[in-house]
């Protein structure tokens, strides 16, 4: 059934930016084709000529992009309570898993653009003028909702991944003598998934 909603194209938008791509289904099912992203939701098409179609959270769970012996995933995460689930990209996953979030900022102009979501940046704001900021979450798979670990203003990233993953002396060793730092986040949590949690 789903296969044939997915040749039901409906032509909202065409995009420039197109990859290979697999998109998974809340039921388990799985897709290949060609994808990309905008306002929080998911453009697919099994082949290139075909046109596309918009998926969300309330079918989709995750879009894994393809290319260069590298994979990109994002999956539909709800940060906050009482908000609809994000695309936001996962990192690495386990027990333990980290999701980042890019955002861009137009100066001069306080406006807030996000890759995903491709947002507006003012007409005259070249690239000169933006800048980036990663938001990094953490997550168990038994919590809710996921522990931001940094933000715009106050980075407190050490000190909240410290007490997330407090039952890992010596990862957390590792942390406190610099031996890892915040560039280090995906290693962290792969160190933690490997070397920390009951088999």
């Known amino acids: 059934m789903k296969l044939i ?35 929080n939701k998911i453009k697919f098409r099994l082949s290139l000529d075909d ?19 590298l994979t990109e995933t994002y ?13 936001i990209e996962l990192v690495t996953d386990g027990e333990v898993s980290l999701y980042k979030q890019e955002t861009t900022y137009s100066a001069g102009n306080n406006i807030q653009t996000d890759p995903v979501n491709f947002g507006k940046i003012p007409s005259g704001a070249g690239l000169a003028h933006t800048t980036s900021k990663t938001t990094s979450y953490l997550k ?14 106050f980075n407190k990233w050490k000190k909240l991944t410290i007490v997330f993953l407090s039952d890992c002396p010596s990862l957390i060793d590792k942390i406190k003598t610099n031996e890892f730092r915040e560039k280090h986040l995906k290693e962290i949590v792969e160190y933690y998934n490997d070397f920390c949690t009951e088999l």
């Open 5 to 39: 909603f997915l040749f039901l194209i409906i032509n909202l938008t065409s995009f420039s930016q197109t990859q290979e791509a697999t998109i998974f289904f809340n039921d388990g099912e799985s897709f290949e084709g060609y994808g990309s992203l905008r306002n």
């Open 51 to 69: 046109k596309g179609e918009y998926w969300d959270y309330e079918t989709i769970s995750k879009i894994e992009f393809h290319g260069f012996n």
């Open 75 to 87: 999956v539909y995460l709800k940060i906050k309570e009482n908000t609809k689930p994000i695309l």
């Open 140 to 153: 168990r798979e038994t919590d809710k909702l996921p522990t931001r670990l940094n933000g715009i203003i």
